[in-house]
């Protein structure tokens, strides 16, 4: 179901371009060719994926980015405009080129190789008061991803604060793998934290999830762990519960948490109980993998109630 009030999201985040390349009888090594089933351009980014996935849901959005003015940015700004979301803080630069991910992917898992292009040019001076006004909650994916915005997240952070605004984080992962860089300052401010399971441990510092769990949520932050086809983990009233995933033909897991993120904030600025939440959450990450990219087969309102209803009972 819709969020019972339309709360606006603010999402100040990466946008680029991911060419899928699906289908393989063989990874590729360096020196060897190897050919593919599919191949698709589709919007890609963390940030612009949970963006359009929240649109999908009814949740208001607007989104503050920058792209380049070249066809890569096009096709994401068309993508993301369709689905409604607000682009209007969106920038053009003509000295820089939108990034693009190159994911080789399968049903069961996928290798990304990133050119960053303007991911890391967006900083928090290029967030405008105008930018805030009516906003209610604000999310921040691809932490580690965006590195012009990454010492500011704290300030933005107590901005949205000082605004009643609530906070939502996503860290994604850290290409240097050390897991640093202040993200626990920006944890402690936030109000909901939702790794993934590699994320999860690498940040938590422990290989198992509930201690990693028990261990930052000692930062204050409720903290949901986005565990794939596990389903998720969170602590509910201090004791660990987990809501298992629903079973879907996979086509590509793309974009399935950020999908996620989507289902679970839209159920959360709808003042519902953390397992459902959860149980949005991982309805939609599953829906999502149906079809190749992160967004060409996101839930709507009514896919998320019938698979809701199917895989964990009730009303549609």
Not at 112 to 135: F, K, M, N, Q, R
Not at 152 to 168: I, N, W, Y
Request: with cysteine; net charge negative.
């Amino acid at each position: 179901m819709p969020p019972t009030s339309p709360l606006l999201v603010l999402i100040p985040g990466e946008i680029n371009l991911d060419l899928i390349l699906h289908g393989f009888d063989a990874f590729p090594t360096l020196g060897r060719e190897v050919l593919v089933d599919e191949c698709l351009p589709t919007l890609g980014s963390a940030s612009a994926i949970t963006g359009v996935g929240l649109a999908r849901l009814g949740v208001p959005v607007r989104f503050v980015g920058k792209v380049g003015a070249d066809a890569w940015g096009d096709q994401c700004l068309e993508t993301m405009r369709a689905a409604e979301v607000d682009t209007t803080f969106v920038e053009r630069s003509a000295d820089t080129r939108t990034g693009v991910t190159v994911a080789i992917s399968s049903a069961a898992d996928r290798a990304l190789v990133t050119y960053p292009g303007a991911i890391a040019e967006l900083t928090a001076v290029d967030v405008p008061s105008a930018a805030w006004d009516g906003a209610a909650h604000l999310h921040l994916s691809s932490y580690y991803l965006q590195e012009g915005l990454r010492p500011s997240v704290p300030e933005l952070f107590r901005q949205a604060r000082d605004r009643g605004m609530t906070m939502s984080l996503d860290p994604g992962g850290d290409p240097t793998a050390q897991w640093q860089g202040g993200v626990r300052d920006a944890i402690a401010l936030a109000d909901v934290f939702l790794p993934n399971a590699v994320e999860l441990e690498g940040i938590g510092g422990d290989p198992d999830p509930v201690r990693c769990l028990t261990a930052l949520e000692a930062e204050g932050c409720q903290v949901v762990a986005k565990l794939g086809a596990r389903g998720s983990l969170a602590l509910v009233d201090g004791r660990p519960e987990s809501v298992p995933a629903p079973g879907v033909d996979v086509v590509d897991t793309t974009g399935a948490g950020d999908s996620f993120n989507a289902g679970f904030l839209a159920a959360w600025l709808g003042r519902r109980t953390l397992v459902e939440c959860m149980r949005d959450g991982v309805c939609c990450g599953a829906l999502a993998t149906r079809g190749l990219g992160g967004t060409t087969t996101q839930a709507d309102v009514n896919e998320l109630a019938e698979l809701r209803a199917v895989h964990f009972g009730g009303e549609r």
